[in-house]
Structure formats: C-alpha cells, structure tokens
C-alpha cells in the first residue's frame, strides 16, 4: 500500500530531515511511528500525502508514485489528521465543516448529506451539528477534525499526536476508535511519542532517529529493547520499565501490558516457598 | 519579495553592527535630506558611490545586493515614468537633459533603498527596539514592536502549516479563476486570525502574570551606550551634511552631459 | 501554615451557565509540592488562574468565597501585586516568551518591576542558572526547543522570586524525555529553594514521585484530597479515571490477588521493582 525507496530529504533551510528511509506498509496494518522530536516522524509521513517530495528515492502510495500527483488527489486516499484542530477548523457549524472535505472531493449533495451523518455519529457529535466548531472544548475540536477526515473514508488514516493535550479517559476513548479501524481493516499510521498509549495498543512500531529508522517489528519487542529505547533517547514505557529492572530475576523481559504483567509476576510471586499471606 | 529579504536582519558581527541604531538613524535620515537637496545628477551619483564602503564594512554584500535587484524593478518604473513625462515636456524628443534628469529621479530612489537597506540589514530588531525605548518612545509600542518581529517566523511556519492541513483535505489553491482562488484563501484565513487572537489572549495572561502594569517607572536590562565610533559617525553625519548644504548654495553643480562633453 | 488556601471558592466564567469551580476548599502549605489532576474540563485551570489573580482580575465574571495566597487576599490586590508572590508558568511555551533573547525574557517580570539593572542582572542569571539554561542566554526563543522554552519560562517566574510557583500542565506539548527533564528542574526549585510547588498534570507517573500532597478534581469540585500514596491507591481515583500510575495499578490488583508486596504504595517503577526485589529475596 505505501513503498518507501530509500529516500532522503533535506528542508529549504538545510536541516536533513531524511537520510536513507526505507519501508513498506501493507493495507490493514496499524503501525506507530515513534521517535524524538526531530527525528524525522512527521517529515516522514508528510512524504505519504504529498506534502513532501523526497529530494532523493521514491514514495508510492498504492502504487502511484507521489511526485506525478497532486496533494488533493493523494489525500483521496490518505486522510491526515494534523495535530493541532485549530488550523483545520474554519467553518460556521460543525456539519459544514466535516463537508469541506467531501465538497472539494466532488462528492454529490446526497452522498455529503449522508457520510456528515454517518461521521457525526460515530464520533458522538450529533449533538453540535449545528454548533460552531469554535464553541467546544478541545477534546471536541479534535473530534470535529477527525470526524471531517473519516468523512470522506480514506484508505489510509494519518493521525500525528493524536493524543497530546488529552486525558486518561479519551486517550481510552481513542484506542478503542483506533482498534475500531484496524477491525474495519483500515490502514492506521499514528506519529506519536506517547509510549503508554502505544504500549495500551500494542501496534507494529517504527523507530525513528537523526532521520533513520532505527527499529521496525512489534511494539512489545522494540519498547522493551533497552538499548534501542536509549539510542532513539524514548522512555521505556511504565511496565517494561518495572521488568527491565527486574533482569537478575528470572522474568520474561518483553512485556508492556499490565495484565500480562500481573499474570506474570503473581506467577512468580506464587512460585515462592514462603510467601505473605 | 528580494525587496523584504535586504531588509531582514543577519546575525553578523561587523562594527557596523555595533553601532548605536539611533547614530545609525540619524545618518540615514541625513543621507535622506541630502538625496533631497540635490536635484542633479552628479551629486547623486557621488552619494551613491560613498556608501558601498559600508555595504563591504559591514559584510552584507550579499543581502544587499539582493535588495538592489529586488529595487531595479520599481528604479525601472520611475525612470521610465520621468522620462516619458520629460519627454513629451520636450516636445516629444530626446534630450540629454531629459535623460539625466530621469536618471538623477532614479538614483534617488536607489540612494535611499540603499541606505535603509544597509540600516535595516546591520541593526537587529532587539537593538531597534532598545533604541525606541530609549528615545522615549512609550513602552507599549516598543513592545509591540518587538513582540511583532519575534512571532514573525512563527506565524509563517504556521500560516504553511495551515495551508499543508487545508490542502490535505482536498483544497486546491493553484486552480481556479481568480475569484475563486481568494475565495479558496478563507479556509487559510479564518484559522490564522482564529490562531492569533487566541495567541493574543495568552501573551496578555502571561504579561500580567509577569507584573505587567506595575504603577512604577519600568526599568532595562540593558542599556545603549555611545561609543568612539558612534561620535565618529556622527561627526561624519555632521561633515557630509555641512558639506552638501554649502555645496548646493554656493558650488553650481554641472551636469553629466555638459562634463562629459568638456572632457572629450 | 498555608501559603495558598481557599475556603467554599466558587467560580463562574462571564457568560457561563455553570459555574466552572464549586465549593473548593484546599490549604497548601508553605514548601510543599502539590499536585492537582482531574479529568479534562474538571476545574483544574481555572483554579490555577484564581491563585495569582487573572481570576476574578483579568477574567471578569463571578467569584464567591474566600481566597488567599501569600497571606494575600487575591480579590483585594491587582494581578501585578500578586505576581511577586505567585508565579504561573503556562501550558503552551511560545506564548509566553515575548523577547528577542532568552536572557531578555528572564528580566521582563523584573523589568516591569522596576528592578534596578544591577539587582536584575544579578537575579537573570541566578535563575538561568537554576533552569541550566545559562548557555541559552543570548538565543532568540523561535530557535529553542519546546524543553528548553519551558525552562525560559520557568527561569522568568524565578527571577522575580515568588514564594509560590503554580504550573499548569507545562509538559503537554514536550515529549516525555524533555518533560521528565522539567519535572526533574521543578523538584530540585522545590528542595534546594524551598518555593511552594502546584503542578497540575496528566502525567502521574512522571510526577507522583515528587508531590507531597495530591488533589484530584472531577467536575468543578475536590473530590480527593490528600497524601499521594493512599490517594492514588484508592478505588475512588481509579474509578474517576485519572493516569494512576502503572506500578500503584501493579500494586492494587496484585493485592486483590492476595499478594501483598509491602507497606508502601509505590510511585514509580523503581519503587515497585525494589520491592517485588524485596520480596523474592526474603
């Protein structure tokens, strides 16, 4: 679905963002995209909607390479979610704003009538159809922004920190749309430094670098890699760091789920000959 | 948009940099009142020449030269617009004079972008604003002054950042007719003022927080002092005014045909 | 004795239908590192913004009950008055820094102050010094990273050496490397200087560790107030949905599974590790 040949990218002010990216991402996959800041996350995934033109290698985004189309024509089929809702939402009501993209896709009135509802509901905005986007809270202008995205179902979901500046319980709320997604098939790509939130959703994860991917293979493997996390300078997330410093103990060593966690460590605990009450 | 960049900031060190923005000022102002004076082409000319001196002193060669090239458009339009008007004065012919007169209105212009470049280019925004602050200038505007230029980059970056999001959404601003293209422009628009207000809002929390108001008299870090080579340049602001002045009343200035002619 | 204390304080924003605080009483004392969490929209910023007056001053609408900090009355004294005793440090880092120079911006609080130049300089760089940001002094805010703005930020409140320093939610936009390093910067004003510390935060794991004494809002009120470890142990907190930390998580069901681990709640994940080691050593 989205091929990456070995690109390199380097910004007008001379910082290279991108140095040798190769990578594949088959349809259906959910893949989390980690990294500091700086390390080329968010350069790298502009490349997949055209936003970005690689100065060197070649980016296909369902077999079409990005630098023959336009970035209204990728996005079709590559939604971006931005960080920040405020530079998307610009509309009177919350239902014209999830319509501005189906309108400049040239969908018909009835097909818009329909997905604006369809989109509304699934992300508990029915209530504010009518609303102005500016009136809600940010949880909710965040919402709005990705309610406006699906609208249009694109084949390939883009969010980049999606859960910055939220709190416990829509950072649950979130998992459980993004699992939604990967259920429908949907393929998902989040850039995010959230370690919690990526050990919550145990996707494939791609570790990034001084613009390199420096891992590549499941998120209970690479967050638990002590000296990966210290080379792309992430902290471990809360569980692994528990096992990571319990290595002179027999435990297992990659686990990030509490569950898991519990299950394992009554385990031990129980395998003890003495043990408080 | 060559023009703006002769006029942005570089982050060089020369001793023109150091020089007291409000000498500096005065020097262009002066150099202003004399490109004033003259009507001539020769003096011009001789004004013109005197300032690359400054241009080399102070190594912003490069950016200057950038915002001469940006300038010969318009340099371009006022000779044309003197010459025509010369022209059809003179009876809808070629005239030296006319020609010379048209290039001294020129040069004019080109003398003053000059030294508001070299000003502009060789004098950092925290120098300007001090000097504005110094000159008693209420604070408020030396505030916003300031404020303004150091969200310059960041309302750029974010104005492209917006344009990125909108047009990841299926906005196209290159096609179009011309009505619909400004028309394409809101969703661009509406989300950057949006930005700024709310910006707006927090800068203000934040100042207050920081005993904004405070009924007494306001005090600086830091503090614009003359030195020798601001009393030199204002002694040389002095000379070249003094100089121009007397010339002007008393030395007929011929002009660059008649000398050419009596050269050759 | 309470360096902020608040009895019945109740809030409601000009045109707002509700009030966005209700009935708030809380006593902070004097060194103490507090910590105030809640879900989104529970109260927590409103409240930061009633400790150093922008609430009822710069935001108008209606204030009830009784507020005081630094023995001050927040209703009786204008904000600038306030600010030399209450520092508020801001979510997002950009839009507090105002100069051109890092060192420019310590000085703004002391030069509207009216500090005199010597005394100033002396104070900007004790507190660059203090926020490790001394190199840093002479660069221009756009080209430092959200990290270090934070800690311009946090060396401008410094300066003018207030007995409180309130944050609110500084690391939102930092990844969790720079926030761990301002949360570290935080805790070391709070020990070495003895400034009174009100962190409201997400981020329990990172910063439980540190907090004397622990808040958690739901929907305008207190709902629990009180000692980290028995606070972020409780049931209560777990069902309002707040980020416990993993290893008190870790801790409470390995307890409902009738392993107790110890004594004291832990925190962190190192307290955990030391002792489940504690444990299986014995």
Redesign the interface.
């Known amino acids: 679905m989205i091929e990456v040949e070995d690109i390199y990218f380097t910004y007008p002010n001379g910082v290279e963002a991108l140095k040798g990216v190769s990578l594949t991402i088959r349809n259906g996959e959910f893949v989390a995209i980690m990294g500091q800041n700086g390390a080329g996350k968010t350069t790298l995934v502009?490349h997949f909607?055209g936003?970005l033109r690689p100065n060197k290698g070649k980016v296909l985004v369902d077999g079409v390479e990005t630098t023959k189309v336009?970035?209204?024509t990728l996005?079709?089929n590559v939604?971006?979610v931005?960080q920040?809702p405020?530079?998307?939402?610009?509309s009177e009501t919350v239902e014209q704003e999830i319509a501005?993209?189906l309108r400049?896709?040239g969908f018909k009135e009835n097909v818009i009538k329909r997905r604006v509802t369809w989109a509304l509901n699934l992300l508990g905005l029915a209530q504010y159809r009518k609303t102005s986007p500016?009136m809600l809270s940010g949880g909710e202008r965040k919402r709005v922004a990705l309610a406006?995205?699906l609208a249009?179902n694109p084949k390939i979901l883009i969010l980049d920190e999606p859960t910055i500046g939220q709190d416990y319980q829509q950072k649950e709320k979130l998992r459980q749309f993004i699992l939604q997604m990967k259920a429908q098939r949907k393929t998902t790509l989040i850039v995010t430094h959230d370690v919690e939130f990526v050990a919550e959703c145990n996707p494939r994860v791609l570790l990034m670098q001084d613009g390199k991917i420096v891992a590549d293979g499941e998120a209970i493997r690479v967050l638990t890699d002590p000296d990966v996390l210290t080379q792309a300078s992430i902290v471990p997330p809360q569980v692994s760091q528990i096992f990571l410093q319990l290595s002179d103990i027999e435990a297992p060593k990659n686990v990030i789920d509490i569950y898991e966690a519990r299950k394992i460590l009554l385990n031990i605990l129980e395998k003890r000959p003495n043990e408080r009450f | 948009m060559s023009v703006f960049d002769g006029l942005r900031f570089r982050k060089v060190y020369s001793p023109i940099h150091n020089l007291d923005p409000r000498i500096k000022f005065v020097y262009v102002c002066a150099i202003f009142v004399v490109a004033i004076i003259f009507w001539e082409l020769l003096p011009l000319m001789v004004l013109f020449v005197m300032q690359i001196p400054i241009v080399l002193l102070a190594g912003v060669k490069r950016q200057w030269l950038r915002s001469m090239r940006g300038a010969a458009f318009l340099a371009a339009i006022i000779f044309l617009t003197n010459f025509i008007v010369a022209f059809i004065g003179a009876g809808y012919t070629v005239t030296a004079k006319s020609l010379e007169n048209a290039a001294a209105m020129t040069m004019r212009f080109v003398v003053l972008v000059e030294s508001f470049s070299v000003f502009f280019l060789t004098t950092?925004?925290?120098h300007l604003?001090l000097a504005l602050e110094q000159t008693h200038v209420p604070y408020e505007f030396c505030?916003a002054f300031?404020?303004a230029?150091?969200f310059v980059?960041?309302l750029a970056e974010?104005a492209q950042?917006?344009m990125?999001?909108?047009?990841?959404?299926?906005?196209?601003l290159e096609r179009g007719s011309f009505l619909k293209r400004i028309r394409n422009y809101?969703?661009i628009l509406?989300?950057l003022i949006?930005?700024a207000i709310?910006?707006s809002l927090?800068?203000?929390?934040?100042?207050?927080?920081?005993?904004?108001?405070?009924a007494?008299?306001?005090?600086?870090?830091?503090?614009l002092r003359m030195h020798k080579g601001d009393l030199v340049l204002a002694a040389i602001t002095a000379g070249i005014l003094a100089t121009a002045i007397y010339i002007h009343l008393y030395i007929p200035i011929p002009s660059l045909h008649e000398l050419l002619g009596s050269l050759l | 004795m309470a360096v902020i204390e608040t009895k019945n304080l109740t809030y409601t924003y000009p045109g707002g239908t509700k009030p966005s605080i209700r009935d708030v009483s809380i006593k902070i004392g004097k060194g103490e590192f507090a910590l105030i969490t809640g879900p989104s929209g529970c109260g927590k910023t409103t409240l930061c913004?009633c400790f150093?007056g922008?609430i009822p001053?710069?935001y108008q609408g209606e204030l009830k009950g009784e507020i005081s900090v630094a023995e001050l009355n927040v209703t009786e004294h204008?904000?600038?008055?306030l600010?030399?005793h209450v520092?508020?440090v801001?979510q997002?880092p950009?839009?507090?820094?105002?100069?051109?120079?890092v060192?420019?911006d310590v000085?703004?609080?002391?030069?509207?102050?009216?500090?005199?130049?010597e005394e100033?300089?002396k104070r900007?760089d004790w507190a660059l010094n203090l926020t490790g940001i001394y190199d840093l002094r002479e660069r221009?805010?756009?080209e430092l990273s959200g990290g270090q703005q934070q800690r311009v930020a946090i060396a401008?409140?410094l300066a003018?050496q207030p007995e409180v320093i309130v944050l609110d939610e500084p690391t939102s936009f930092l990844d969790p490397l720079s926030a761990k390093k301002i949360f570290e910067v935080i805790h070391e004003l709070n020990r070495r200087l003895g400034v009174t510390v009100v962190l409201v935060e997400h981020r329990l794991d990172l910063t439980a560790r540190y907090a004397d004494h622990i808040v958690i809002m739901d929907e305008g009120k207190i709902v629990l107030d009180g000692g980290p470890r028995e606070i972020l142990n409780s049931e209560e907190a777990r069902l309002i949905g707040v980020g416990i930390p993993k290893a008190t998580r870790l801790y409470q069901m390995l307890e409902k599974d009738g392993m107790k681990l110890g004594n004291t709640i832990p925190l962190s994940s190192d307290e955990l590790a030391t002792l489940l080691k504690e444990v299986l050593k014995a």
Do not use: C
């Not at chain 1, 405020?86 to 610009?90: A, N, V």
């Not at chain 2, 990125?164 to 196209?172: P, Y």
């Open positions: 502009k909607n936003l336009s970035v209204a996005s079709r939604g971006f931005f920040n405020d530079h998307q939402l610009f501005f993209g400049n896709f500016f406006s995205v249009w | 950092s925004p925290d604003g505030f300031t404020t230029v150091r980059p960041v974010e950042t917006i990125d999001a909108q047009k990841a959404r299926g906005l196209e809101i969703p509406i989300p949006v930005s709310r910006r927090e800068l203000a929390e934040a100042m207050e927080s920081r005993a904004w108001g405070t007494k008299k306001r005090t600086n870090l830091y503090v | 913004r150093n922008l001053h710069f204008q904000i600038y008055e600010a030399k520092g508020l801001f997002n950009e839009n507090q820094l105002f100069a051109l120079s060192e420019k000085a703004f609080g002391l030069e509207n102050l009216g500090v005199p130049r100033m300089r900007v221009a805010p756009y401008s409140v003018m």
